[in-house]
């Protein structure tokens, strides 16, 4: 994470979240339908066992759905940036950039309807940045010379903007949009970075 750093007037920006966002709509109707009818069912049902259980799935139908909308409401103002310097990923007023110069390559992994931005580092890297430890993924490299550690990011339903973007300022880094198995994606080592950063907690 950095601080008085910003993206160039000239950088492309793409809204992230937004979009993300805008997608995550898609479950909206069916969390309005099914919680509606949840209430309907305790309100009107009759009140008996069957009544109440069918009450129940809709309303726990209606929690599911929601949590995507809710979990993208949160996210809406997250935003990427590419400038000729590197790849910004903006959270509010915080800021981390990731310098072209410090990757050996970037590109984008696919599969099904996943995609991930792969930006693959030189040198070792902090893998508990305040802002980019949970994109942090070790896996076996695409090709030699990358390095096993990289940043994955998962993008939201159209990947057009982040490839265009990374043709357009990394085009000498560019490895082009790559197939994976369905297993692909990982997770972030979250257990690892609360070992590694209890002692920097208890210092603050």
């Known amino acids: 994470m950095i601080s008085g750093g910003a993206p160039a007037a000239d950088a492309t920006i793409v809204r992230h979240g937004l979009r993300r966002f805008l997608w995550m709509l898609l479950f909206a109707p069916v969390t309005l339908v099914s919680g509606g009818l949840g209430v309907n069912e305790l309100m009107y049902g009759g009140g008996g066992s069957f009544t109440r259980w069918i009450a129940m799935a809709f ?19 997250w935003v990427t940036a590419f400038d000729a310097t ?5 959270r509010g007023k915080k800021i981390a950039l990731i310098r072209w110069d410090s990757l050996a390559g970037v590109g984008i992994y696919y599969t099904h309807q996943t995609f991930t931005v792969e930006l693959c580092p030189r040198d ?34 159209s990947f057009k903007p982040y490839e265009k973007a990374l043709r357009r300022w990394a085009p000498e880094l560019w490895f082009g949009l790559v197939a994976q198995p369905l297993s692909y994606m990982g997770r972030p080592d979250v257990a690892g970075h609360r070992e590694r950063t209890a002692g920097r907690r208890g210092e603050g």
Do not use: C, N
């Open 59 to 77: 309303l726990l139908m209606a929690l599911l759905f929601a949590i995507p909308v809710v979990s993208g409401w949160r996210a809406r103002r």
């Open 86 to 90: 590197g790849f910004w990923w903006i």
């Open 124 to 157: 070792e890297i902090d893998r508990d940045d305040p802002l980019l430890w949970q994109f942090v993924r070790d896996t076996e490299p695409l090709r030699p010379g990358l390095p096993r550690v990289r940043y994955r990011i998962r993008l939201p339903h």
